[in-house]
């Protein structure tokens, strides 16, 4: 990817494969944040390959969960590599289900769907985990075996195969992935800026109990991270160090057609749950900004005798903030997809999520203009514009 320079000395990237002229304006900090959900993480794959396209350089990669995993190949890899790496692990990943002719309609594709769920549940997921041969409730107790349905040794291999761990923690981009601590029950990121990271850290932002096991990290067991919250946009902001453009991935929308049966209740319960901690992250942020600059108008205003207080001080460093720029690139719910989705690892899903990504991401370059004025002057806002 081109690192270019316009005359006010931001990157720029290109808005559109159409459009050379037009260019996208890049702060100092361009982060990539990637939710949980499973097989839907094709997506995010579709909306890194896009990026790549458009000349967006990376400065940070945060994950959750399987967003956890495709930032450890994103910046476990050379630019050039990134891209064949996230393509390898999802054709590896979808190979006990290849994309067969169906009927029209989609009563037929939800009900293909369900059957190729229902495989992944009975038979495993290739490069990604597979039944126990003992059942848990024979398994010692306290064991691997005795936590989880699954053993998660083939995302082992797979992660060894497909990142380097030596370049994710002396390369130029940082890593972040949230777990959470069985024993406490605390949030914690593991970032390559504070520790080194292993392939551990990877898996652990990735166990998702009952199916998964916990992993070992210095003496304490982590389970994945979405089960407190299923995006790392907070700790991206709590630790912002410049003005910062942020591509937030949303598996799960946060609106919803009306469920009609028990299916659709528990799909919908599920995209709720899992979106309502980015509404409230975005939503923060913006009133928190709101807040900051009523604050420094107020100062503003004080006469100088005033303002050289200790108080006043201690208000105007907490008033200080840097721009960031919140881009939305939300999975939208297709008719056919159901409460599974997100273990539904057939190869035409697949294929279609990654698609879906890559289109988002063009319609968001070509529909720029609006967050290109919002980092010219600074400002804090967060845009959708994938919506028709």
């Known amino acids: ?19 050379e002229g037009t260019r996208l304006p890049l702060p100092e900090c361009c982060a990539l944040v990637l939710q949980g959900g499973g097989a839907l993480g094709s997506y995010q794959a579709g909306i890194y390959e896009a990026l790549a396209a458009a000349d967006v350089p990376l400065d940070w990669v945060a994950g959750i969960s399987i967003g956890a995993i495709n930032a450890a190949i994103i910046v476990g890899n050379p630019p050039e590599r990134r891209v064949e790496r996230l393509r390898r692990f999802w054709d590896r990943l979808t190979s006990a289900l290849p994309a067969l002719p169906l009927w ?16 992944v549940a009975a038979t495993g997921v290739p490069g990604f985990f597979r039944p126990r041969l003992v059942p848990p409730l024979f398994a ?8 989880s349905l699954y053993d998660t040794a083939p995302l082992r291999d797979s992660l060894l195969e497909l990142v380097d761990f030596d370049l994710l923690n002396t390369g130029p981009v940082r890593y972040s992935a949230g777990a959470v601590n069985v024993r406490t029950g605390n949030f914690i990121f593991f970032d390559n800026r504070e520790r080194t990271i292993t392939v551990d850290h990877v898996m652990a932002s ?4 009952p199916g998964l096991p916990p992993v070992e990290i210095d003496g304490e067991l982590y389970w994945d991270g979405g089960i407190v919250s299923n995006t790392p946009l907070q700790h991206v902001l709590d630790n912002q160090y410049a003005p910062t453009l942020i591509f937030q991935v949303d598996l799960f929308p946060s609106t919803g057609r009306m469920p009609t049966t028990l299916l659709e209740a528990a799909e919908r319960e599920k995209d709720i749950r899992f979106s309502s901690r980015t509404r409230l992250s975005t939503d923060m942020l913006l ?11 107020l100062i503003d205003q004080l006469p100088p005798d005033l303002r050289s207080g ?39 899903s697949m294929v279609e999520h990654w698609q879906a990504g890559m289109d988002d991401v063009r319609k968001t370059m070509q529909r720029s203009g609006i967050v290109a004025m919002n980092i010219l002057d600074g400002r804090t806002a967060a845009f959708d514009l994938t919506r028709s």
């Open 1 to 19: 990817m081109a690192d270019r320079e316009n005359g006010m000395g931001f990157r720029q990237a290109r808005t559109s494969d159409e459009v």
């Open 104 to 119: 029209p309609g989609d009563k037929m594709r939800e009900f293909a769907n369900e059957a190729s769920a229902a495989w």
């Open 140 to 147: 010692t107790p306290g064991t691997p075996g005795a936590l």
């Open 206 to 209: 990735g166990a998702l109990p």
């Open 287 to 297: 009133k928190q900004r709101q807040l900051k600059r009523a604050l420094r108008r």
């Open 310 to 348: 200790e108080d006043v001080a201690l208000l105007a460093e907490a008033a200080r903030e840097l721009p960031v720029s919140v881009v939305h690139l939300i999975h939208r719910v297709r008719q056919w997809e159901s409460q599974s989705k997100d273990y539904e690892f057939s190869r035409r």
